[in-house]
């Protein structure tokens, strides 16, 4: 960091104004800055640091976290997130978490050079653990609490009561700061599972850097905070992104030219291609147990950085300067604070759940109670809620164990329908006003929880809110997401739509349920031509309605019996019981897919075939509108409708939960919340 500055302040009585006088070295060049600040809170061991942030453009340019203490961290976050995540997200659904991260998924984004005053009593080298905005912890979904009477040192208490040894929400977070990534990241260098691990491990011990955690913009400047121990001074520059991972990109396929020359011609210069990845990391890490065939020598951490700074030193493009965009870019200070809004009132009603419940079925800890009304951060909406529905999910994340990092009192409810009520800051597409719906399942996560759909309003983030069909209404709309999101993306893993594909086959194992009639509705808009599937004897014309063309009983046969071997092009297996993958192995055609929905001890085969595809579908990423999208089309389209069998009141979602655990659902349970 800079640490060449002289710092004078005084006060009077209370701290209303403090006049900061700073004189620092920066690139040789003196600058003095004077800042006014009436309520930030100071560090309490004033210093120096320059940090870099990687932010999407539709977000503030302010800091968050994934912030780093020099170039070298923010290369080494860049390398993981762009080239290492995407990879992961490929070869196994099981790296989900990473899949949706908006730095992985999105070319639109800055780096932000920012200086910062901070605490100098921070260690170099400690564990995340930074606090969000709403004053809990990202990492472990726990409030933010003073470690020590001083209250100079922070960390996060992660539910250290918990009874489960192996639950990794069980060890605390370490104190906000910088962390060494080499210490942190190469450790698994002997013990990482996939392949992808040893490249992210690899490159930590090439390039190092360092790791440092910050808070939202804006929780300075409360002064009812006393977790603040640094504060934002200036913006030395803010540069596309692109701009300065290209630099690192030309030199890596300069060194490594005979390598990205062997990939396809539309790969060579594509790096989310599996070719093109390889190549980086076999260029960069040269010979050496990952790449013991290669000829490269690899490429020093030195030289990488070099490029990669080379973005932040000049604007001229043929030294690998990249133009400031700062003043073009950045927010009034006050915008983390700004939303476009409704009136709306100070508090709401919403389904909370008291407490973990011992025993599936316990639903005495739900009760109606009164929270105060969010308020959208940056990239959020506010919505009006509507409508939503009961899941499994919904009732089975309640039961103490269930290795969710949730937190309680918890407000219920995945589904939502309903009209936004107010905008965050650096929000583009959603309007006040705009009808929508969403599955909530991104925002429960990073919030532990909170907010649930079973309430007035609820919050979400922008990307994971799509415009709501046209043609249909509010309660139908508020049962779909979870479930037409599930077996659309299930079914996109097998290849759907499949176009060009002549009498095609397909079996989902349980019709009549949520993700079964939506699953064999997709079948047929997506064009199958056959489409099996089993159901009890009063849900037949239900499934053929909603276009099975074979509905077996399941009470008389299994569907799998029913159908002769090497008929089935995809088994869809939503319902998850153990042993159906191996009785669908001799089913499928060679060149089938067997794709599982886990939840009821199903597995995949144990014998597979090695002419047909297995995969583990995992949990749902309900992050891309996109998605949401797609299912509109075919709403208005006319191939994909709701069917609820039941709506209930907010105040009856425990009888709505309990027809739930009973099985035999037709289509759908609503909840009307408005």
């Known amino acids: 960091g800079l640490d060449c500055m002289s710092l004078k302040w005084s006060c009077s009585g209370q701290v209303r104004q403090v006049q900061v006088f700073l004189m620092w070295c920066q690139r040789g060049l003196l600058v003095a800055l004077t800042a006014t600040a009436v309520t930030a809170e100071r560090p309490a061991n004033p210093s120096n640091l320059t940090v870099i942030g990687l932010r999407p453009t539709n977000l503030s340019s302010s800091l968050v976290n994934k912030d780093t203490a020099d170039f070298a961290g923010d290369l080494f976050f860049w390398i993981t997130d762009r080239l290492v995540a995407p990879y992961a997200c490929r070869i196994s659904r099981n790296q989900w978490w990473a899949c949706k991260e908006q730095t992985t998924l999105t070319h639109d984004s800055v780096y932000t050079q920012t200086v910062l005053e901070v605490d100098g009593n921070w260690p170099t080298k400690t564990a995340l653990g930074n606090c969000s905005f709403n004053g809990t912890s990202l990492t472990c979904f726990a409030p933010c609490n003073p470690e020590d009477s001083s209250g100079t040192e922070w960390k996060c208490q992660c539910r250290t009561a918990t009874s489960n040894p192996h639950d990794p929400f069980t060890q ?267 599955d909530l399942g991104e925002v429960w996560i990073a919030r532990g929880g909170e907010i649930g759909s079973y309430a007035q309003y609820a919050l979400a983030n922008e990307e994971q809110v799509g415009l709501k069909p046209k043609t249909m209404s509010m309660t139908d709309a508020g049962t779909l997401p979870l479930v037409g999101m599930t077996s659309l993306q299930a079914l996109r893993e097998t290849g759907a739509p499949w176009n060009g594909k002549q009498n095609l086959t397909v079996l989902v194992t349980a019709g009549a349920g949520g993700t079964g009639f939506v699953g064999l509705q997709l079948a047929r808009a997506y064009g199958a031509v056959n489409i099996i599937t089993a159901a009890g004897p009063t849900q037949i014309d239900f499934c053929k309605k909603m276009g099975a063309t074979e509905v077996i009983d399941y009470t008389k046969q299994e569907a799998l019996d029913f159908v002769p071997n090497n008929s089935v ?47 583990n579908y995992g949990l749902l990423d309900p992050s891309h509108y996109t998605d949401l999208d797609a299912l509109a089309v075919l709403v208005d389209a006319g191939h994909l409708v709701a069917h609820v069998q039941q709506v209930f009141p907010l105040t009856a979602v425990a009888a709505a939960f309990n027809i739930s655990m009973g099985g035999g659902v037709v289509g759908k349970l609503g909840i009307m919340v408005q």
């Open 569 to 615: 092009d995809i088994v869809y297996d939503n319902y998850g019981a153990p042993g159906t993958a191996d009785k669908a192995m001799p089913k499928l055609k060679t060149g089938g897919v067997f794709i599982l929905l886990p939840g009821k001890g199903g597995d995949l085969s144990k014998h597979p075939r090695s002419d047909v595809k297995q995969i």
């Open 172 to 438: 605390p977070c370490d104190i906000v700061g910088a962390e060494t990534l080499r210490v942190r990241y190469e450790a698994c260098a002997d013990g990482c599972h996939y392949v992808n691990d040893h490249w992210k491990s690899a490159i930590a011990q090439r390039i190092g850097g360092m790791w440092y955690s910050t808070t939202a913009e804006g929780h300075c400047d409360d002064p009812a905070s006393v977790s603040c121990r640094w504060r934002e001074m200036e913006k030395l520059k803010i540069v596309n992104a692109t701009c300065a991972n290209d630099n690192v990109l030309r030199l890596v396929r300069q060194r490594g030219a005979d390598c990205f020359a062997s990939c396809p011609p539309d790969e060579r210069n594509n790096e989310t291609s599996d070719c093109a990845t390889i190549c980086f990391f076999e260029t960069v890490l040269g010979n050496g147990p990952l790449f013991p065939n290669t000829t490269a020598s690899g490429i020093s951490g030195a030289d990488m950085v070099a490029a990669f700074q080379a973005a932040f030193d000049s604007e001229d493009p043929a030294q690998g300067g990249c133009k400031d965009l700062t003043e073009v870019t950045i927010p009034p200070k006050d915008t983390a604070a700004v939303a476009t809004t409704v009136q709306l009132p100070s508090s709401m009603s919403a389904l909370r759940c008291s407490r973990a419940v011992q025993k599936e079925g316990d639903f005495s800890t739900l009760a109606i109670g009164t929270i105060p009304v969010p308020h959208p951060g940056l990239g959020e909406v506010l919505i009006n809620v509507s409508s939503s529905s009961v899941n499994p999910v919904d009732w089975k994340v309640l039961l103490a164990g269930s290795g969710l990092p949730i937190r309680f009192p918890h407000t219920l409810g995945f589904d939502v329908a309903g009209t936004i009520a107010a905008v965050g800051p650096g929000t583009k597409r959603l309007h006040v006003g705009d009808e929508i719906w969403a």
